[in-house]
Nanobody, 127 residues
Framework: QLQLVESGGGLVQPGGSLRLSCAAS????????IGWFRQAPGKEREGVSC????????NYADSVKGRFTISRDNAKNTVYLQMNSLKPEDTAVYYC????????????????????WGQGTQVTVSS
């Protein structure tokens, strides 16, 4: 079965860092653009970042620019989200999603361009 599995979430203090991983199983990630999204308690889902299949193009929501970095290692079938200088407002469940079709490079990325989703990993930023 085709799956995306997020990992790396946890509880950190403001100013701390986490690296999230999105690992694919049952298919090769090489031909998919990948997006990261998040949903905070009581809030709507929002786009965070996305990366092209080759890794040559990326974009970020204004709220995370300069703090988060998306990358991929196709040999490991994994996409990463390095999260630095974390703030309490970054608290959310973080999801990765894959799109086989070319994405429109919306800023921030939009959820309905992605057809395969992981189950999410909780990130909590609190003192």
């Amino acid at each position: 079965q085709l799956q995306l599995v997020e990992s790396g979430g946890g509880l950190v203090q403001p100013g701390g860092s986490l690296r999230l991983s999105c690992a694919a199983s049952g298919f090769a990630l090489d031909y998919y653009a990948i997006g990261w999204f998040r949903q905070a308690p009581g809030k709507e889902r929002e786009g965070v970042s996305c990366i092209s299949s080759s890794g040559g193009s990326t974009n970020y929501a204004d709220s995370v620019k300069g703090r988060f970095t998306i990358s991929r290692d196709n040999a490991k079938n994994t996409v990463y989200l390095q999260m630095n200088s974390l703030k309490p407002e970054d608290t959310a469940v973080y999801y990765c999603a894959a799109s086989y079709q070319p994405i429109g490079w919306y800023v921030p990325p939009i959820w309905d361009e992605y057809e395969l989703w992981g189950q999410g990993t909780q990130v909590t930023v609190s003192s």
